[in-house]
């Protein structure tokens, strides 16, 4: 049985696309997708496939609390076993994220923990970086600060611009993150008092590291 999953976006949605071409074969079955942007190109992807989509506009809410409260309204009318975060831009509140703690995942744009929060590449190329990449984890109350599931390592070269940076970390998103959902609908992972574990062991803090 495939796992019901809810795919909450604001943007252009090409990790939505890859989970939406490997579902079959990992085993989800993606029942909904949310934007908070009516305009996030994701939608008229998830519409192409015949899911359905729900807008929930933060800008029509007074509160972080409100949206929130009509973000997981939708989600649980949805069904959702498992939820993922794919470029969602909106900070949750510690009352959602404990209502789905061991059950949502976010892929975020850079080798956690290092840059929290936004602007990612052009702070790893601001810094020198050797190393930039990509991390799915499990989302918790605390921003980009929940257990590790996998990181995907970039190599920056000199010529890179935060365009051709972005560009080589979509494309390792592209893998890690269905491989990911995959482990999930089978069963394999799991969170536990702050840990990830797969295939009943602990994973190492800095994830399953992926390379091809
Ligand atoms: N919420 C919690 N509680 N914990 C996490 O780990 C979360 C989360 C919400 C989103 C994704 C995250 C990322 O991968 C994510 C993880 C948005 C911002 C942000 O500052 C930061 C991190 C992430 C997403 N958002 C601004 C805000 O005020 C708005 C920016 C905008 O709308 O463009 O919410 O990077
Ligand atoms: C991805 O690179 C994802 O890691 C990042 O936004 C991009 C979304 O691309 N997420 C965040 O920055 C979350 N704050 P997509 O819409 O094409 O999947």
Redesign the pocket.
């Known amino acids: 049985m495939a796992m019901k999953t809810v795919v909450i976006i604001?943007g252009s949605g090409s990790n939505l696309q890859a989970l939406i071409d490997r579902a079959n074969e990992i085993g989800i079955e993606i029942s909904g997708v949310i934007s908070n942007r009516e305009e996030a190109f994701g939608l008229q992807r998830a519409q192409r496939a015949g899911i359905t989509t729900a807008l929930v506009d933060h800008r029509q809410f007074e509160s972080r609390e409100t949206f929130d409260a009509a973000l997981s309204e939708t989600i649980d009318g949805m069904q959702a076993q498992l939820v993922i975060?794919a470029g969602?831009?909106?900070?949750?509140?510690?009352e959602?994220?404990r209502r789905y703690e061991g059950r949502m995942l976010?892929?975020?744009?850079s080798l956690l923990p290092k840059y929290?929060?936004?602007h990612?590449h052009r702070r790893a190329l601001e810094a020198g970086d050797e190393w930039h990449g990509a991390t799915v984890?499990f989302?918790?109350?605390?921003?980009?600060?929940?257990a590790t599931i996998i990181q995907a390592p970039v190599a920056v070269s000199s010529a890179d611009s935060e365009e051709t940076l972005a560009a080589k970390v979509h494309a390792v998103e592209h893998r890690i993150y269905p491989l990911a959902a995959q482990w999930f609908a089978e069963g394999r992972l799991r969170l536990e008092q702050g840990v990830a574990y797969l295939d009943n062991a602990p994973l190492p803090v800095e994830g399953y590291q992926y390379h091809d």
């Open positions: 604001s975060l969602f831009m909106r900070i949750l509140t510690p959602f994220t976010n892929i975020h744009p929290r929060g936004l990612t984890h989302v918790t109350e605390e921003l980009d600060g929940g």
